[in-house]
């Protein structure tokens, strides 16, 4: 009679634990097995043990500046240099100079006796959990590991709701019951490295001029600035269960945000026997540091998508690395820096998370965002009027006219007066030019300007986007001839425009000889005209049906949006009325030969692209990402590489132009009445949905004296 | 009876019909005028964000004019130049232009017309004098004028045809934005919300007058103002002579019941009485004690002759 | 003599004091309706009175119909169908034509059945149709707060105002009649003393039958 009692008990017991067992250890083998990723411990060769005597040199040092410039503070200067010298000397030195001006943690890991920093593991030595603060005002403990791992800047993507963006289909991005993973790690953008899976790390050999042919390998990848190490994004997250394992949590890289002192030119990509990933500053240097977030730190990685990777003021840029150095991106991709020199709020030390408000490891992009960049607090503001008020103008003498413009205008569009002239807004990847001095072959930037109508255009914008970024909004008159979709974004009409991406295409020509320049001009101005009638009239009635109701909600103003469009390779298999799926390139191809096609051939092997044409990731994800964006019957699992050859692949520009948020650069003088307010000037009342009665009238200044504004 | 009350509910209907008629007409008659043009100002005062922050008191001062407001106001068919009389034609307007007083007399005491005007300003003026919002050393009452209660952009003269509740709600609103505290002032008053929801507050905390306007503008202190329900509770309630009068063309007392039932959406104790239902009742009454005084006379007899009969 | 006792103490006490209430609300209710009028209470006076003897009444109704629900004084109010119309016409003819022959009162209370059919219809109507009808109206006004704006397209409080007055105006009625039926009991105070004692005497109708 005891058996089976014990035998029913033993089953009780072992059916969980093997489960467990089985979720632990089998799961993630047969996740990496079946994404073709691997997963080691990591190791950083600047990760030294120092000696005490070390220790306290690197402490000594760390503190120097700051124990000289307060002491020189206090020393009179109406004295000998000689004198003057020996007093900030001694004052500098004592024991209670030495307290107060060096970096915290130094005492922290005196006291603790730490004389290497191992990443995470060392930092959660004190800081296994933390408070934070929630908006509200309440607070909570978490897991620290668990709230970074869980954070945009980990995983990229969210399968949360909260999505101000709307899908062709209508519908608004995982506000159903199905909700998919989306954000940067999947997203559709106009730059197929944005596959991070395929983009993560590359090693290119190139050739520059100065060499003289010889080879000089550089950095290229996503995982420049994304903070995890491993040697692929957090995929794991992408799937209903499942964790990161272990060894890609130990590689998160803590100090480039939290060091004030972080060596970028420790960033660059290392091969081992396991593959490539990004190396990181690991140095007690670096560690000793730890002090808040600052402008400073979230810029090492930010001004790149800000002012750029060349804008002159990108500190981070200027530190390429010790091998193998990465390599810059010539055309920005907002072009709107956030610096001292660049932007009224950088100038007065406003630092980037006085805006953008933390939640522990989680930071809002405040809630209107035209792009399907994930976001950690979709439901938390981050707006000017938040510091700003009501009523901002208080100096000008036109202050109640400007403040009467706050209804239909973002501060933005008066604010932000140019973007960085590299702002790139039409680029060729299918077409690559030959860089001499980098010894690369480079995505061909067709067209950049950071001129308003050029390089950014006004629209009416309530908040919402589409599932590609397109700005949603309506004239408050609702007019319904504003159709941004059909008109703007969809249509390149400056002259000047035209006609430089036509120098541009007969550029091309010469190496390309197949480019048939008034076609190429008419694709890349014209997008739409890649569309068949039939595709073209299902657009329409999507835009009409679909979208109109996410157009029409709430209040829109008139921001400035950055345009942006890229001619891709794209599967055509699955293309609808407003683009096809891209396919991504590989980088090292890429660069090194300049052969695109190529590059896509090698790209498009990666395992993980191949489960995206499979049948189990086709219903777990990709027909409701489809759905979102404009593909009513499905994802076709077509694989379109056969026998070493691209079947139905052909290269086109996006159907429309993306449009991209400019939030910073911010000029403390904003536009002049006339810039607008003539029949010439950057805003397009017509194209906006206003009557010409109304264009005429905001075309005239008649009864404004501007002979004050113009002082 | 019946015959009556079918030829009452007839009258009544072809009240209405007139009244509806004449509605029309009005309104034809006000699309022959041409409409006044307020574009010119408008064009920068219709923003709803037209503002500044005054450097002296750091308080936010509004310019934005609701264009709806002002098309369905008292003031919508002037010009605006016609009370704002300075050089307003340039951007920025002038200082000196910008703090010369409105011309309100002009239209309200000197035109020919003003005598007949229902509401006469001068006497108006000499309530408000002596209202307490006029006394002239509270601090908080500093700048206190007309248009501190009377947006002269907004302004109608009276609602009829908005809900009661709308437009008592309406009023009370502008009390009550300033005067916080007055609802734990009003715990003495029974059925608080009700009241509010179906009186003003001024129509306690003015004086009945003689003048035969609808409402003063002597605002009374808190102490002399009315507390005695049957002032409202009861047949000659004041609220008859005030907002209540609004509610429909005829009066109130000389309704049917049928008519009480549809126009009277506030009820009133003591005021609100249904002349028909009491008459009818108190008649029922009267007969029945008749019959019953009889009965009792009956056998009364009865009693009478039974012991008429044992004797 | 014959003597039942018809009224057990607690109907008693609930009588009288259900009397007195009734008293009060009349007289208050009437200082509301025609405030101003002269020998009135004072409106703010009559109002917490009427608000609270109404409570009261409600509590009373309450123990009204609980206190038929639990003892035997409940089946004095449940109508035996059979012959029904016959003894409401052998009422009716007793009180319009036999009271003024002296004929002999057709119903005799017992403890089975203390009502005469005319009794216990009114009284039925007037505790379980108009008292829940004054009731609820009541309440409403003290509560009219929370009532939506409009019933039926009427002003709610109106509706509400209506109803209360009409089922006053009825109870009125009901009150001066049952003042007047009861002297006529065999003599003008038997019923009267019934309700005090509660011991009903009838010596009569044993002496002559």
């Known amino acids: 009679m005891k058996l089976p009692i014990i035998r029913r008990w033993f089953i009780v017991v072992s059916i969980p634990l093997i489960l467990t067992l089985l979720y632990q250890f089998v799961y993630p083998l047969a996740f990496e097995a079946y994404v073709g990723k691997v997963n080691a411990p990591l190791v950083y060769n600047n990760s030294t043990e120092l000696t005490s005597v070390e220790f306290e040199t690197l402490a000594n040092e760390l503190s120097i500046d700051a124990r000289q410039r307060a002491a020189a503070a206090i020393v009179a200067a109406d004295q000998t240099p000689l004198a003057r010298q020996v007093k900030i000397e001694m004052l500098m030195n004592t024991p209670s100079a030495i307290r107060n001006s060096e970096p915290k943690h130094i005492q922290y890991f005196r006291d603790a006796g730490i004389r290497r920093y191992d990443g995470p593991e060392t930092c959660l030595h004190c800081h296994a959990t933390m408070r934070i603060q929630h908006g509200d005002g309440s607070h909570a403990t978490v897991n620290t590991l668990n709230d970074l791992v869980n954070s945009v800047h980990f995983k990229f993507q969210t399968e949360a709701g909260g999505f101000s963006t709307y899908g062709y289909d209508g519908r608004q991005v995982n506000s159903g019951g199905h909700k998919i993973p989306v954000g940067k790690i999947n997203r559709a953008c106009g730059i197929p490295g944005s596959f991070t899976w395929t983009g993560w790390a590359a090693l290119i050999a190139s050739h520059p001029e100065k060499n003289h042919g010889a080879e000089v390998l550089r950095s290229e990848g996503c995982g420049q600035c994304h903070i995890g190490g491993n040697y692929q994004p957090a995929t794991e997250k992408m799937m209903p269960i499942g964790d990161v394992p272990n060894e890609a949590k130990n590689g998160i890289d803590c100090l480039i945000c939290h060091a004030a002192q972080y060596d970028m030119n420790q960033r660059y990509v290392i091969k081992d026997e396991k593959g490539l990933r990004w190396n990181q500053d690991r140095s007690l240097r670096a560690a000793l540091t730890v002090k808040s977030i600052s402008s400073e730190t979230c810029l090492r990685c930010h001004q790149h998508n800000m002012g750029g990777d060349v804008y002159q003021h990108n500190t981070a840029a200027k530190e390429l690395g010790y091998i193998n150095q990465r390599i810059l991106h010539r055309g920005a991709k907002r072009g709107n820096p956030f610096s001292s020199e660049d932007d009224v709020h950088a100038a007065a030390g406003i630092q980037c998370t006085d805006c953008h408000i933390p939640e522990g490891h989680l930071i809002p992009r405040g809630r209107k965002g035209v792009d399907l960049v994930a976001n950690d607090i979709p439901i938390k503001d981050v707006t000017c009027e938040s510091c700003h008020g009501q009523a901002p103008h208080n100096q000008s003498e036109y202050r109640a006219l400007l403040n009467g413009h706050i209804a239909r205008l973002a501060c933005e569009t008066c604010h932000i007066k140019a973007l960085q002239p590299d702002n790139v807004v039409l680029r060729d990847w299918v077409h690559p030019t030959w860089n001499a001095e980098e010894g690369i072959f480079e995505p061909t930037d067709i067209y950049r300007s950071g001129a308003p109508g050029k390089g950014f255009i006004f629209l009416w914008f309530n908040g919402n986007g589409t599932f590609l970024a397109n700005a949603l909004g309506s004239n408050p008159n609702g007019s319904a001839d504003y159709n941004p979709l059909m008109q703007q974004v969809a249509r390149i009409t400056d002259p000047d425009v035209i006609a430089a991406v036509r120098h541009k295409a007969i550029e091309l020509k010469q190496r390309y000889s197949d480019i048939d320049v008034d076609a190429y001009v008419e694709m890349a101005t014209n997008p739409l005209s890649q569309l068949s009638p039939e595709l073209l009239a299902r657009r329409e009635a999507m835009i009409a049906n679909n979208l109109r109701n996410a157009m029409m909600q709430g209040e829109s103003r008139i921001y400035p949006f950055k345009l942006f469009n890229a001619m891709m390779y794209e599967d055509m298999s699955n293309q609808g009325p407003f683009g096809a799926m891209i396919l991504p390139f590989d980088y090292a191809r890429y660069y090194e030969t300049g052969d695109s096609a190529a590059a896509v051939k090698v790209a498009i092997v990666d395992p993980i692209i191949q489960r995206m044409y499979q049948e189990p990731f086709k219903r777990y994800m990709m027909d409701e990402f489809m759905a979102y964006f404009g593909i009513t019957d499905g994802w076709k699992t077509v694989y379109p590489l056969v026998n070493e050859q691209l079947v139905n692949v052909e290269p086109h520009w996006m159907r429309q132009m993306g449009t991209l948020m400019v939030n910073h650069g911010i000029q403390s003088k904003g536009r002049e009445c006339i810039e607008c307010h003539a029949p010439n000037g950057i805003m397009d009342f017509n194209q906006l949905g206003y009557s010409a009665e109304q264009t005429a009238k905001l075309e005239q200044l008649d009864g404004i004296e501007l002979r004050h504004k113009s002082d | 009876m019946i015959l009556h009350a079918s030829t009452l509910r007839l009258n009544r209907a072809r009240q209405l019909l007139i009244m509806l008629m004449m509605m029309a007409f009005s309104l034809a008659a006000a699309n022959e005028k041409v409409p006044v043009n307020h574009n010119a100002c408008l064009r920068c005062h219709a923003m709803p964000t037209l503002a500044y922050r005054d450097a002296n008191s750091n308080k936010i001062i509004n310019l934005s004019i609701d264009s709806l407001a002002l098309s369905h106001s008292v003031h919508g068919k002037l010009a605006c130049a016609e009370c704002h009389d300075g050089q307003f034609d340039r951007y920025p307007h002038q200082f000196d232009a910008q703090n010369r007083p409105l011309s309100c007399v002009n239209c309200h005491e000197e035109k020919a017309d003003a005598a007949e005007r229902h509401y006469q300003f001068k006497t108006i003026e000499e309530e408000y004098n002596q209202s307490v919002h006029a006394t002239p050393d509270a601090p908080e009452l500093k700048g206190f004028n007309c248009h501190s209660c009377h947006d002269p952009h907004q302004f109608r003269a009276s609602r009829i045809g908005e809900p009661l509740a709308k437009i008592i709600h309406t009023n009370n609103q502008l009390c009550l934005s300033c005067h916080e505290s007055a609802r734990a002032h009003h715990a003495w008053l029974p059925n608080q919300e009700k009241h509010w929801q179906a009186v003003r507050c001024i129509d306690c905390h003015t004086p009945v007058t003689e003048n035969d306007q609808t409402v003063s503008h002597q605002i009374l202190k808190a102490e002399a103002s009315n507390h005695d329900c049957v002032n409202c509770h009861s047949k000659n309630s004041r609220l008859l002579n005030r907002l209540y009068q609004y509610r429909t063309a005829t009066n109130l007392e000389h309704q049917g019941w049928f008519n009480t039932a549809v126009f009277n959406d506030a009820y009133v104790v003591g005021m609100s009485r249904s002349p028909l239902l009491d008459r009818l009742a108190l008649g029922v009454i009267g007969l029945t004690l008749l019959v019953l005084i009889a009965h009792g006379f009956g056998r009364y007899k009865a009693y009478q002759r039974i012991t008429r009969n044992r004797k | ?209």
Not at chain 3, 124 to 131: D, N
């Open chain 3, 1 to 209: 003599m014959n003597a039942i006792y018809l009224y057990p103490l607690w109907v008693r006490i609930w009588h009288w004091f259900n009397a007195l209430l009734f008293v009060i609300m009349l007289w208050s209710g009437a200082s509301l309706h025609f405030a101003g009028s002269i020998g009135l209470l004072d409106f703010s006076t009559a109002r917490p009175i009427h608000n609270i003897a109404g409570i009261l009444l409600a509590l009373s109704w309450i123990a009204f119909v609980i206190g038929n629900l639990v003892t035997s004084n409940g089946r004095h109010y449940r109508v035996q169908w059979h012959g029904f119309i016959r003894r409401l016409i052998t009422q009716g003819h007793y009180y319009a034509v036999g009271i003024f022959n002296n004929e002999p009162h057709p119903f005799h209370p017992s403890t089975e059945m203390k009502l005469n059919t005319l009794q216990q219809t009114s009284y039925l109507a007037v505790m379980y149709i108009l008292m829940p009808l004054l009731i609820l109206s009541g309440g409403a006004f003290l509560f009219s707060i929370y009532l939506p704006e409009t019933l039926w397209g009427l002003g709610s409080v109106w509706v509400v105002a209506m109803a209360h007055l009409t089922v006053a105006y009825c109870l009125v009625l009901f009150i001066m009649v049952h003042l007047y039926i009861i002297t006529t009991g065999e003599t003008v105070t038997t019923n009267l003393r019934a309700m005090v004692s509660g011991w009903h005497r009838e010596m009569a109708q044993e002496k002559t039958e």
